[in-house]
């Protein structure tokens, strides 16, 4: 299992908690990135005339539980609401919606990178220190899920529009299991799905969730029941593609197209744009 970043626990919740306000949404504390990242998936900034607006999330009423932990964990006023209603999956849907109105902490979640209005292709990872496997656990408790396929084998998915989140899970995830991912978005609906299976899958959900930490009940147990999942003897494994090395890096970046640098490196175009995709945005190192 990785370690926590640097300074992931130089402050405590109960610090958070207080009534200085200072605190709220430190991303360094880990109850605080998760909750980042899931508001981030499937919250709503609104705004509205003047100062006016609020910060929504409404949910299925069976995970009410973690708004009420999102409601623990903000000292501003807030509220949780329930409805019934049908929709175009279900004849009677019971959701929960929290709501938060506070102008300041608008503006902190604003300045953090929740965007106000349309946002599922905008978001990306906080630009500040944050608790990385709590801040990555609430965008997949939000958007991605955690079980067995149709055929048992472990799985986590994550489907996202955005390209700095979906790069952002592959970067991470390949540095916990090894495993590399390249993202394509779908021709129908232009959204990505990142899936991982068997072994990294169950590395990866032992890493995200990990003993007591916030998250949705449900998702926490599918990932404890992960652990025991065996490889059948008689299924075989995948061999683990090439890795890229500084000089390809340099040939990559030198290139005039991603399709030049493809036919030069012998690799497809679309890994070569999400490889250089990652150089440009600062997530993998340039080379030397």
């Given amino acids: 299992m990785a370690e926590r970043e640097p300074n992931a626990h130089q402050?405590?919740?109960?610090?958070?908690?207080?009534?200085?306000?200072?605190?709220?949404?430190?991303?360094?504390?880990?109850?605080?990135?998760?909750?980042?990242g899931f508001l981030q998936a499937d919250g709503h900034l609104q705004q509205g005339a003047g100062q006016k607006g609020k910060l929504s999330v409404e949910i299925n009423v069976r995970?009410?539980?973690?708004?009420h932990e999102f409601q623990r964990l903000t000292p501003y006023n807030t509220s949780i609401t329930e409805r019934t209603r049908s929709t175009n999956y279900a004849e009677t849907h019971h959701s929960a919606t929290w709501t938060l109105c506070s102008l300041e902490a608008r503006t902190k979640l604003n300045q953090l990178g929740l965007p106000y209005g349309r946002k599922s292709q905008k978001i990306t990872p906080p630009r500040v220190e944050f608790s990385r496997r709590d801040y990555l656990r609430g965008v997949i408790d939000a958007d991605g899920s955690v079980g067995?396929?149709?055929?048992g084998w472990p799985?986590?998915?994550?489907?996202?529009?955005?390209?700095?989140?979906?790069?952002?899970l592959c970067f991470y995830a390949r540095h916990i299991t090894g495993v590399q991912r390249l993202i394509r978005r779908n021709a129908r609906d232009?959204?990505?799905?990142?899936?991982y299976t068997k072994e990294?899958?169950?590395?990866?959900?032992?890493?995200?969730?990990?003993?007591?930490?916030?998250?949705?009940?449900?998702?926490?147990?599918a990932a404890d029941?992960?652990?025991?999942?065996?490889?059948?003897?008689?299924?075989?494994?995948?061999?683990?593609?090439?890795?890229w090395t500084p000089e390809q890096d340099r040939i990559l970046l030198a290139a005039s197209t991603p399709e030049k640098a493809a036919a030069e490196l012998n690799r497809s175009r679309n890994a070569c744009?999400?490889?250089?995709?990652?150089?440009?945005h600062g997530w993998i190192a340039l080379p030397g």
């Fill in 200 to 221: 990294s899958a169950q590395t990866l959900a032992a890493d995200l969730y990990h003993p007591g930490c916030l998250s949705l009940m449900r998702k926490q147990t």
């Fill in 63 to 67: 995970d009410i539980g973690i708004l």
């Fill in 155 to 168: 799985f986590v998915p994550l489907t996202t529009a955005s390209t700095a989140i979906g790069a952002y």
């Fill in 190 to 195: 232009g959204i990505y799905n990142i899936i």
């Fill in 225 to 243: 029941s992960l652990r025991t999942w065996v490889r059948p003897i008689s299924m075989p494994t995948s061999l683990p593609r090439p890795r």
């Fill in 148 to 151: 067995y396929t149709g055929k």
């Fill in 11 to 36: 402050f405590t919740l109960d610090d958070a908690l207080g009534a200085d306000t200072t605190r709220f949404m430190d991303l360094e504390i880990p109850e605080y990135a998760y909750m980042f």
């Fill in 273 to 280: 744009e999400v490889r250089l995709w990652r150089l440009t």
